[in-house]
């Protein structure tokens, strides 16, 4: 668009023709950015003429100046929110405190973000919080009759019985009582510091009583000379506070002082309808406060503006990884056709992930891209050592301070293993942190500290003795909040010592490299949240804290890291423009490259948590959904009508559950306007290679391999079950994930996986079944197995394995549910009416189990680990290895004893290739439970059961024939043993496309059906 047309240009004419001089005008904007533009474009139009600027401000900016209060940022309110909350809750009392304080901690930010939302809509807060309390009286069930109760309760099964018989809310304060104190108290410690929240700003100065005298001055005070005219330009969703504020300067004097407003206007080829809609918050603005709205298509100096109707693609990728590289490829084109489009600053990129931040700076080429304008942050959340730290948080802070004693404290692997995992971990502690990994794993579930302390004893009495101690200390529970704070402390420290740079010579400065910036960043900012937490912890009057817990501590740390942000700096009138989505306000572009346009991130989701409900929010005029969702589509489309080229960067992969939807604004441009819509499809060309054989590895051609195999035959690693399954379906990804350590994606948070399900079944009825057995030799009978799940036990255990600061939905509790019964079902169905069930061993862990055997004339050895989940004789019959499976499992029909030939056929059978993997590792559990028991056994009877809904109970049983002995066992064991061990031997690729479908490694080793 020509420079003449954009909006930015048009205002400064007007303040140029104002007929007030420059240097006594104030200009208020919308972002810091928009104000360094404007600037811009008031140097180039004045370029022949010596004037005075006027002096340009963010509304933020200038609103706070007039309260007269320091601005905190969010991190520095949550921690006075929490003293103000810690001391609030240590007036009710120790006992009431109690039930009281995690619950209304959890509820802190979101409380912050309302009284923001409160204070900027002008909201009267007694009223609206009683009417907050009258809503919540619906709570009450005094109303219903007693067969109104009864029927509620058939219907509603999963109601406690004794639903209506409590006083529901008796546990702990009303909410809204709460919230009247905390607010008012809140507020008066902000006051007595001389400080405000930004909402609380915006108040004090829409509810203070100015004359024009006092406006007057302090336009003055804050600008250094005379105002004699303020001007709003691009504003748009404006709040209750803002218009009042705006509406006490135009009824001031209107001699001393004009105020004018200045609005932008879309103007697209669309439905009247569709323009109706983007313009009806204008049209309000004007019809509250007046102004002059701008149409960038106006006519000029006598001569119509040109106007471009803008050519927009829609670049569909299937990898993130894809983007930033997209990108660089974009804006080589554009600077072939246009090459002064990056010097002039015609090209923006617009992130609306913040997380792409990142990837994206370390990607743009050189030199090409060598200068940037980035202003906006990076979460610390998504930092490496943030996670690092949150990872270390989960493990820790949910010990029980009333423990005391290591023994007591139970651990949950997983979360261990997925610590232990982290780069930084083994940044730190090395090669100790695999083998420790390989112990924890024998747990499968939990692992007491005490037997943790006993593991990192034995692994590391040979390792130094710094690392040994260190590690030692970190992974000892702690049993107060400031014991956890001072192993936080320690991490950062020792990673401060890890990632000191050598010195550089003082004539080679060299620049740090992007992600070391990062982590000396990060790592100095979670020091902060963690010595102010640490001050919300003073003792007062010899007495601990209330929240002087792990717990707590762990649970305000994370809620510290969720708001910092990683500031980035950069020459604001130079180069390649990267900004977020709100900052391109008033801003106008020839070319716009948007990364992330898929619902979620364009526009971002509004659930955004709040206490209060949308009724009472609409009542007082606070913001919604419709409000962000409005604004959002506004910017979007101010900022494509006025560029030449658009194009729109969307993420087509899988995520989580669903897949990623493409934004609301693709099917907009598509179908309510006449805009032009490419569409592309780009992909990456390690996943759009089909059936691609690799240069597969081996221990002949491979030092890893090699030294893999060393350590398993030494014992410093072990080979599983799990393993051998790995193995069988596909040698290549038992290479990558168990010889190279390539780990696998951690999953989306709150996406219970197939792992973490399996594990909850398993659990269950491990201590079912211990349950029922008194000593040894007791029996199990038919009539003990008609058993109800317990819903409370399986949240325990959902809370061990998933998560303790969530708990399981009923379609989940259901499911469970489902498979234990079926467990419970084949289990009966096989006892029939007077057989019993002993239990030989549940869960039974043994590990390091040497395996020896001879072939070719030469004697091999392994270490074994493994961990079966269920060893019995059914009616006094052979010893059984029971293997739960949640997946669907069905027998071979006819056939009644497995052998390698039969193995061999299905690793490449689509239907039953799971199933020869299942039986392999269940022959393995055989074989180690067999060389570990005490009583001689020379036959078993490995047995899957089928839990899916899918295979009636009758078939859940699966095995081949009533007993096979251990020397066929060996047999079939030593077949696929060899082939490990063999250094000729390749780790070739599955011949199964369908594996691939939902292996974690088909993108590195370019594997991939194309039609998933």
Same mark, same amino acid.
């Given at each position: 668009?020509?420079?003449?047309?954009?909006?930015?240009?048009?205002?400064?004419?007007?303040?140029?023709?104002?007929?007030?001089?420059?240097?006594?005008?104030?200009?208020?904007?919308?972002?810091?950015?928009?104000?360094?533009?404007?600037?811009?474009?008031?140097?180039?139009?004045?370029?022949?003429?010596?004037?005075?600027?006027?002096?340009?401000?963010?509304?933020?900016?200038?609103?706070?100046?007039?309260?007269? #209060?320091?601005?905190?940022?969010?991190?520095?309110?949550?921690?006075?929110?929490?003293?103000?909350?810690?001391?609030?809750?240590?007036?009710?009392?120790?006992?009431?405190?109690?039930?009281?304080?995690?619950?209304?901690?959890?509820?802190? %930010?979101?409380?912050?973000?309302?009284?923001?939302?409160?204070?900027?809509?002008?909201?009267?807060? %007694?009223?609206?919080?009683?009417?907050?309390?009258?809503?919540?009286?619906?709570?009450?069930?005094?109303?219903?009759?007693?067969?109104? #109760?009864?029927?509620?309760? &058939?219907?509603?099964?999963?109601?406690?019985?004794?639903?209506?018989?409590?006083?529901?809310?008796?546990?702990?304060?009303?909410? $809204?009582?709460?919230?009247?104190?905390?607010?008012?108290?809140?507020?008066?410690?902000?006051?007595?510091?001389?400080?405000?929240?930004?909402?609380?700003?915006?108040?004090?100065?829409?509810?203070?009583?100015?004359?024009?005298?006092?406006?007057?001055?302090?336009?003055?005070?804050?600008?250094?000379?005379?105002?004699?005219?303020?001007?709003?330009?691009?504003?748009?969703?404006?709040?209750?506070? /803002?218009?009042?504020?705006?509406?006490?300067?135009?009824?001031?004097?209107?001699?001393?002082?004009?105020?004018?407003?200045?609005?932008?206007?879309?103007?697209?080829?669309?439905?009247?309808?569709?323009?109706?809609?983007?313009?009806?918050?204008?049209?309000?603005?004007?019809?509250?406060?007046?102004?002059?709205?701008?149409?960038?298509?106006?006519?000029?100096?006598? %001569?119509?503006?040109?106007?471009?109707? *803008?050519?927009?693609?829609?670049?569909?990728?299937?990898?993130?990884?894809?983007?930033?590289? +997209?990108?660089?490829?974009?804006?080589?084109?554009?600077?072939?056709?246009?090459?002064?489009?990056?010097?002039?600053?015609?090209?923006?990129?617009?992130?609306?992930?913040?997380?792409?931040?990142?990837?994206?700076?370390?990607?743009?080429?050189?030199?090409?891209?060598?200068?940037?304008?980035?202003?906006?942050?990076?979460?610390?959340?998504?930092?490496?050592?943030?996670?690092?730290?949150? #990872?270390?948080?989960?493990?820790?802070?949910?010990?029980? *301070?009333?423990? #005391?004693?290591?023994?007591?404290?139970?651990?949950?692997? $997983?979360?261990?293993?997925?610590?232990?995992?982290?780069?930084?971990?083994?940044?730190?502690?090395?090669?100790?942190?695999?083998?420790?990994?390989?112990?924890?794993?024998?747990?499968?579930?939990?692992? &007491?500290?005490? @037997?943790?302390?006993?593991?990192?004893?034995?692994?590391?009495?040979?390792?130094?003795?710094?690392?040994?101690?260190?590690?030692?200390?970190?992974?000892?529970?702690?049993?107060?909040?400031?014991?956890?704070?001072?192993?936080?402390?320690?991490?950062?420290?020792?990673?401060?010592?890890? $990632?000191?740079?050598?010195?550089?010579?003082?004539?080679?400065?060299?620049?740090?490299?992007?992600?070391?910036?990062?982590? =000396?960043?990060?790592?100095?900012?979670?020091?902060?949240?963690?010595?102010?937490?640490?001050?919300?912890?003073?003792?007062?009057?010899? +007495?601990?804290?209330?929240?002087?817990?792990?717990?707590?501590?762990?649970?305000?740390?994370?809620?510290?890291?969720?708001?910092? =942000?990683?500031?980035? /700096?950069?020459?604001?009138?130079?180069?390649?423009?990267?900004?977020?989505?709100?900052?391109?306000?008033?801003?106008?572009?020839?070319?716009?490259?948007?990364?992330?346009?898929?619902?979620?991130?364009? !526009?971002?989701?509004?659930?955004?948590?709040?206490?209060?409900?949308?009724?009472?929010?609409?009542?007082?005029?606070?913001?919604?959904?419709?409000?962000?969702?409005?604004?959002?589509?506004?910017?979007?489309?101010?900022?494509?009508?006025?560029?030449?080229?658009?194009?729109?960067?969307?993420?087509?992969?899988?995520?989580?559950?669903?897949?990623?939807?493409?934004?609301?604004?693709?099917?907009?441009?598509?179908?309510?306007?006449?805009?032009?819509?490419?569409?592309?499809?780009?992909?990456?060309?390690? @996943?759009?290679?089909?059936?691609?054989?690799?240069?597969? !590895?081996?221990?002949?051609?491979?030092?890893?391999?090699?030294?893999?195999?060393?350590?398993?035959?030494?014992?410093? &690693?072990?080979?599983?079950?799990?393993?051998?399954?790995?193995?069988?379906?596909?040698?290549?990804?038992?290479?990558?994930?168990?010889?190279?350590?390539?780990?696998?994606?951690?999953?989306?948070?709150?996406?219970?996986?197939?792992?973490?399900?399996?594990?909850?079944?398993?659990?269950?009825?491990?201590?079912?079944?211990?349950?029922?057995?008194?000593?040894?030799?007791?029996?199990?009978?038919?009539?003990?197995?008609?058993?109800?799940?317990?819903?409370?036990?399986?949240?325990?255990?959902?809370? /061990?394995?998933?998560?303790?600061?969530?708990?399981?939905?009923?379609?989940?509790?259901?499911?469970?549910?489902?498979?234990?019964?079926?467990?419970?079902?084949?289990?009966?169905?096989?006892?029939?009416?007077?057989?019993?069930?002993?239990?030989?061993?549940?869960?039974?862990?043994?590990?390091?189990?040497?395996?020896?055997?001879?072939?070719?004339?030469?004697?091999?050895?392994?270490?074994?680990?493994?961990? *079966?989940?269920?060893?019995?004789?059914?009616?006094?019959?052979?010893?059984?290895?029971?293997?739960?499976?949640?997946?669907?499992?069905?027998?071979? &029909?006819?056939?009644?004893?497995?052998? @390698?030939?039969?193995?061999?056929?299905?690793?490449?059978?689509?239907?039953?290739?799971?199933?020869?993997?299942?039986?392999?590792?269940?022959?393995?559990?055989?074989?180690?439970?067999?060389?570990?028991?005490?009583?001689?056994?020379?036959?078993?009877? *490995?047995?899957?059961?089928?839990?899916?809904?899918?295979?009636?109970?009758?078939?859940?049983?699966?095995?081949?024939?009533?007993?096979?002995?251990?020397?066929?066992?060996?047999?079939?064991?030593?077949?696929?043993?060899?082939?490990?061990?063999?250094?000729?031997?390749?780790?070739?690729?599955?011949?199964?496309?369908?594996?691939?479908?939902?292996?974690?490694?088909?993108?590195?080793?370019?594997?991939?059906?194309?039609?998933?």
């Amino acid at each position: 668009m020509d420079s003449r047309d954009n909006f930015l240009s048009q205002v400064v004419r007007r303040l140029r023709n104002s007929g007030t001089p420059l240097r006594e005008q104030l200009v208020v904007v919308p972002t810091k950015r928009a104000g360094t533009f404007l600037q811009r474009e008031l140097i180039a139009q004045l370029a022949d003429a010596a004037t005075i600027l006027p002096r340009i401000v963010t509304i933020d900016e200038w609103i706070t100046e007039m309260s007269g #209060r320091v601005i905190l940022d969010n991190t520095a309110l949550i921690s006075i929110l929490y003293e103000v909350y810690a001391a609030y809750l240590a007036e009710q009392g120790e006992a009431q405190a109690e039930t009281d304080q995690m619950l209304r901690l959890s509820q802190t %930010e979101r409380m912050l973000r309302d009284f923001q939302d409160m204070d900027l809509a002008l909201a009267h807060v %007694e009223m609206l919080l009683v009417n907050l309390e009258e809503l919540d009286a619906f709570d009450d069930y005094e109303f219903l009759t007693e067969e109104e #109760r009864d029927a509620i309760q &058939k219907f509603w099964t999963a109601l406690p019985k004794d639903f209506f018989k409590k006083a529901h809310g008796a546990e702990y304060l009303h909410f $809204s009582i709460v919230w009247r104190e905390i607010y008012k108290r809140f507020n008066a410690r902000l006051t007595e510091l001389g400080v405000a929240y930004r909402a609380a700003a915006y108040r004090l100065v829409a509810e203070r009583g100015f004359t024009d005298e006092d406006l007057l001055n302090e336009l003055r005070r804050h600008s250094g000379s005379k105002i004699s005219l303020v001007s709003f330009v691009g504003l748009y969703n404006l709040t209750p506070a /803002e218009h009042k504020i705006i509406n006490k300067l135009q009824t001031a004097d209107a001699d001393a002082l004009k105020v004018q407003l200045y609005w932008q206007k879309v103007s697209l080829n669309a439905t009247d309808e569709f323009t109706d809609h983007l313009y009806r918050m204008i049209e309000q603005n004007v019809r509250l406060l007046g102004g002059e709205v701008i149409d960038e298509g106006e006519v000029i100096d006598g %001569e119509e503006a040109r106007g471009y109707s *803008p050519e927009i693609h829609l670049l569909s990728l299937n990898s993130t990884i894809l983007q930033p590289q +997209v990108v660089n490829s974009l804006i080589d084109e554009i600077i072939k056709r246009d090459p002064k489009a990056l010097e002039e600053l015609r090209i923006a990129i617009v992130l609306n992930d913040e997380k792409t931040l990142i990837p994206l700076m370390k990607s743009l080429k050189q030199p090409t891209c060598t200068s940037l304008n980035v202003t906006m942050g990076y979460p610390l959340q998504y930092t490496s050592v943030a996670t690092w730290i949150r #990872r270390y948080l989960n493990i820790f802070g949910i010990v029980n *301070p009333s423990d #005391r004693e290591l023994a007591r404290v139970k651990l949950t692997c $997983s979360r261990l293993q997925l610590w232990l995992a982290a780069p930084l971990t083994r940044k730190l502690f090395g090669e100790l942190t695999t083998p420790l990994m390989e112990q924890i794993a024998l747990h499968h579930y939990a692992i &007491k500290a005490s @037997e943790l302390r006993e593991i990192i004893e034995e692994l590391t009495k040979d390792a130094d003795e710094a690392i040994r101690q260190s590690l030692l200390e970190i992974l000892t529970p702690s049993f107060t909040g400031r014991e956890l704070l001072g192993r936080v402390g320690q991490l950062l420290e020792l990673i401060k010592g890890t $990632s000191a740079a050598p010195e550089e010579e003082e004539d080679e400065a060299a620049e740090e490299p992007i992600d070391q910036v990062i982590l =000396s960043e990060a790592r100095d900012q979670i020091v902060r949240h963690a010595t102010q937490v640490s001050n919300l912890l003073t003792v007062r009057g010899g +007495v601990r804290h209330l929240l002087d817990t792990p717990m707590h501590v762990a649970y305000l740390l994370e809620q510290l890291l969720a708001v910092g =942000s990683i500031p980035f /700096e950069g020459a604001p009138l130079e180069g390649l423009q990267v900004m977020g989505f709100l900052e391109t306000r008033t801003l106008t572009f020839d070319y716009v490259i948007m990364l992330n346009v898929q619902e979620g991130d364009l !526009p971002k989701s509004s659930h955004t948590t709040t206490l209060i409900p949308d009724m009472l929010r609409r009542a007082f005029g606070m913001t919604t959904y419709r409000t962000e969702d409005d604004t959002n589509a506004y910017h979007f489309y101010r900022l494509i009508q006025g560029a030449k080229e658009v194009y729109l960067l969307q993420d087509t992969r899988p995520k989580s559950i669903s897949s990623m939807e493409p934004s609301r604004y693709v099917d907009q441009i598509r179908y309510l306007t006449d805009l032009s819509l490419l569409e592309y499809s780009y992909a990456d060309q390690l @996943e759009a290679r089909d059936g691609t054989e690799i240069d597969a !590895p081996s221990a002949e051609k491979d030092e890893a391999v090699r030294h893999y195999l060393e350590q398993i035959a030494k014992g410093e &690693k072990t080979f599983s079950p799990s393993d051998l399954i790995t193995y069988y379906k596909c040698p290549y990804q038992f290479y990558l994930k168990k010889i190279k350590g390539v780990g696998e994606p951690r999953p989306e948070p709150g996406v219970v996986t197939q792992i973490e399900l399996g594990s909850m079944v398993h659990e269950y009825l491990e201590l079912f079944y211990k349950g029922l057995v008194q000593k040894h030799g007791d029996v199990i009978t038919r009539d003990q197995l008609e058993h109800k799940v317990s819903r409370q036990m399986l949240t325990d255990i959902y809370k /061990e394995i998933v998560s303790d600061k969530s708990v399981p939905d009923d379609i989940l509790l259901t499911d469970l549910e489902r498979y234990i019964y079926k467990a419970l079902e084949i289990d009966r169905l096989l006892l029939g009416s007077t057989g019993s069930l002993q239990l030989l061993a549940s869960e039974a862990k043994m590990q390091n189990v040497p395996f020896e055997w001879e072939s070719a004339g030469q004697r091999h050895k392994i270490h074994l680990t493994g961990q *079966p989940d269920r060893v019995d004789k059914v009616c006094g019959g052979v010893c059984r290895i029971v293997d739960y499976k949640t997946g669907e499992i069905k027998k071979a &029909k006819k056939l009644t004893e497995l052998n @390698e030939e039969t193995l061999d056929s299905w690793s490449k059978s689509g239907s039953n290739c799971s199933l020869g993997g299942y039986m392999l590792q269940s022959y393995l559990y055989a074989l180690l439970y067999a060389k570990q028991s005490e009583y001689e056994i020379s036959e078993v009877q *490995p047995t899957l059961y089928s839990l899916a809904p899918a295979i009636p109970a009758s078939q859940g049983a699966i095995n081949f024939g009533k007993s096979t002995t251990l020397t066929a066992i060996e047999t079939i064991l030593i077949h696929y043993l060899n082939k490990l061990v063999n250094p000729k031997e390749k780790f070739t690729q599955t011949t199964l496309l369908s594996l691939c479908s939902y292996c974690n490694y088909r993108t590195i080793c370019g594997r991939k059906k194309l039609d998933f």
